[in-house]
């Protein structure tokens, strides 16, 4: 069973509208967590990193959150625009020196976002 | 500023062939993997390696082989490709000297094994 949990699977939001990922890990013992941002055809790129201690953490118009004690996770876009359209996966490592790969990857949340 | 290159960007291969996949990085990561992810799936690790003349398997390691002979170089061999094999290859590096280091991710490898 996949350790971490994204929904919804995929969504279509109006361009200018908000929306909101979830992510829900059971990964234990808990180090960080990262939201990244893929394009169609391209590689993952970091959104945010968030440890155990943080709550909360912006990159722009991009907003995460984490509650540790309850293993979730969401990622609020604001005034979403066409550039927006990707898929966004949400990573948990359960070490602190996860240098050894030892990432766990959610299946990620399409976002198509129409004018 | 390159970060981290994958070549080639797509190919196919027919059942029994092999290929090496090159992946290079310019940020002098000790740290580099690869991964692969296939379609409503999250990304699985293949190897990976801790620095030149280092590698160790990852969670799906069958199939394939790495070596790291430089910092930079970090390719993957397919030695007798089969379609369970087609999947987009990910080659990423990383610099965990804190917690909350990011990885940087190549561009991607498309292979479809016919």
């Known amino acids: 069973k996949n350790q971490v949990e994204q929904s919804p699977q995929s969504l279509i939001i109006l361009e200018g509208k908000n929306c909101t990922l979830q992510?829900?890990?059971?990964?234990?013992?808990?180090?960080?967590l990262r939201w990244y941002k893929q394009d169609t055809g391209r590689g993952p790129v970091s959104l945010t990193i968030?440890?155990?201690?943080?709550n909360t953490k912006s990159n722009g118009r991009y907003t995460a959150t984490l509650d540790a004690d309850t293993k979730q996770s969401s990622l609020h876009i604001t005034a979403s625009q066409l550039s927006d359209s990707a898929s966004y996966i949400c990573?948990?490592?359960?070490?602190?020196?996860?240098?050894?790969?030892?990432?766990?990857f959610g299946a990620g949340t399409q976002v198509v976002v129409t004018p | 500023n390159a970060g981290v290159t994958q070549t080639p960007k797509f190919r196919i291969l027919k059942i029994g062939q092999s290929m090496t996949l090159q992946c290079a990085q310019d940020?002098?990561?000790?740290?580099m993997y690869w991964y692969r992810q296939d379609p409503g799936m999250g990304l699985k690790l293949i190897y990976y390696?801790?620095?030149?003349?280092?590698?160790d398997k990852g969670e799906v390691p069958n199939g394939y082989n790495v070596s790291r002979s430089t910092t930079e170089d970090f390719p993957l061999r397919l030695e007798l490709a089969a379609p369970s094999q087609t999947s987009v290859y990910f080659c990423?590096?990383?610099?965990?000297?804190?917690?909350?280091?990011?990885?940087?991710f190549g561009s991607g490898t498309r292979l479809t094994v016919v």
């Open positions: 990423a590096s990383s610099q965990p000297d804190r917690v909350g280091y990011g990885y940087t």
């Open positions: 992510c829900n890990y059971t990964v234990s013992p808990f180090s960080n």
């Open positions: 968030m440890t155990f201690s943080e």
């Open positions: 990573v948990v490592s359960g070490v602190a020196t996860d240098s050894w790969g030892k990432l766990q």
């Open positions: 940020m002098n990561h000790n740290y």
């Open positions: 390696s801790v620095g030149a003349g280092i590698t």
